[in-house]
């Protein structure tokens, strides 16, 4: 069906009558009499009024031009069918540690080493691809802790600005319990059973104004589950001046409080020692039970606007031509 936006602008189709009708005239023998002062020019003046007088089809493309052209401003649309929206999941913030350590390349991608970030993108992005009915936001957390995405049903903005960050975007240090502060108090004015926060990282609380257990205390009094996700490899093989050795690159992890964070919310701690493990962590994630809400619909509109505007124009530009070859 046709839909109208702005069906208000109709009100000026009467405009130019009003102009006519209420504006003094200008006197024609003054105005004649101001341009052409030589009787002869006079008469042709007169003349080519006459013959245009005698042409009433341009007063009526006028017309229809002006009729198109608030047509247009009125922003016709069209309508299409309602579509029902999957709107029955949760109100999901992801949490992703963008400190200096991330920068540790313990992962294995596609047969090749890479540091714990981008290994996060691969995957998380296919969990939130996954996420279909969930409202998504995005914290990118190292010394401060920023919302880079507020909750939003899309999926791909959320997933374009987590593949935009990049390790020690928001400092080089860790400030968990800033994050969690944070995601509670964007997730705080959401239905209690629905707000879940995944927060991924790979070290300890070294920085921020909260202790990350305070903000566990806080977020459990507001039932903001946090499922904790702690990234980094047990062990791998580095080469020096005196040969390869075994060296633990997650000796930083706070693992205990990890843990305590998520059993205050009733939430669960998950350990990623490989690509593999955080993918498994992520399906398990997809079994969050959602949460049901009430059906939204989305009808698709198409722009008609450029339709009459362009004959609008056409008209215009044909009057113009018309006048320039009487003149």
């Known amino acids: 069906m046709i839909h109208f936006a702005w069906p208000w602008l109709f009100l000026a189709?009467?405009?130019p009558w009003f102009i006519r009708r209420f504006t003094p005239a200008i006197n024609s023998a003054e105005q004649a009499a101001l341009k052409v002062p030589f009787l002869d020019d006079f008469n042709i003046a007169q003349s080519q009024q006459v013959t245009q007088?005698?042409?009433p089809w341009a007063l009526w493309l006028a017309v229809l031009a002006w009729c198109l052209l608030v047509l247009a401003c009125t922003r016709p649309q069209w309508l299409g069918e309602p579509?029902?929206?999957g709107v029955s999941g949760r109100d999901l913030m992801l949490a992703v540690d963008l400190s200096g350590s991330m920068e540790e390349r313990d992962f294995i991608v596609n047969d090749q080493a890479v540091d714990r970030l981008s290994a996060t993108k691969v995957v998380a992005n296919d969990f939130l691809e996954r996420r279909v009915g969930d409202r998504l936001g995005l914290i990118l957390f190292g010394t401060n802790a920023y919302l880079q995405a507020p909750l939003t049903f899309d999926r791909k903005t959320v997933t374009t600005l987590l593949n935009e960050s990049f390790i020690t975007l928001a400092g080089e240090s860790t400030a968990i319990g800033d994050a969690i502060g944070l995601a509670v108090k964007r997730l705080q004015s959401q239905k209690a059973d629905s707000r879940v926060l995944i927060l991924l990282t790979d070290g300890a609380n070294t920085a921020g104004k909260v202790s990350p257990l305070k903000a566990a205390e806080l977020a459990a009094q507001y039932h903001l589950k946090i499922y904790t996700i702690g990234i980094g490899a047990d062990e791998m093989i580095v080469s020096s001046f005196f040969g390869s050795r075994k060296v633990n690159p997650s000796r930083d992890l706070d693992e205990k409080t990890?843990?305590?964070i998520a059993e205050k919310t009733g939430g669960r701690?998950?350990?990623?020692?490989?690509?593999q493990e955080l993918e498994q962590i992520y399906q398990l994630l997809d079994e969050l039970e959602p949460v049901e809400k009430?059906?939204?619909?989305?009808?698709?509109r198409?722009?008609?606007f450029f339709w009459p505007l362009a004959c609008a124009l056409f008209l215009a530009s044909l009057i113009s031509l018309m006048r320039l070859r009487f003149s």
């Not at 009430?294 to 698709?300: E, H, I, L, T």
């Open 13 to 15: 189709l009467p405009l």
């Open 53 to 55: 007088s005698n042409k």
């Open 302 to 304: 198409t722009e008609l």
């Open 83 to 85: 579509i029902e929206q």
């Open 269 to 275: 701690y998950f350990r990623a020692r490989n690509t």
């Open 294 to 300: 009430d059906k939204q619909f989305f009808r698709p």
């Open 258 to 260: 990890l843990t305590t």
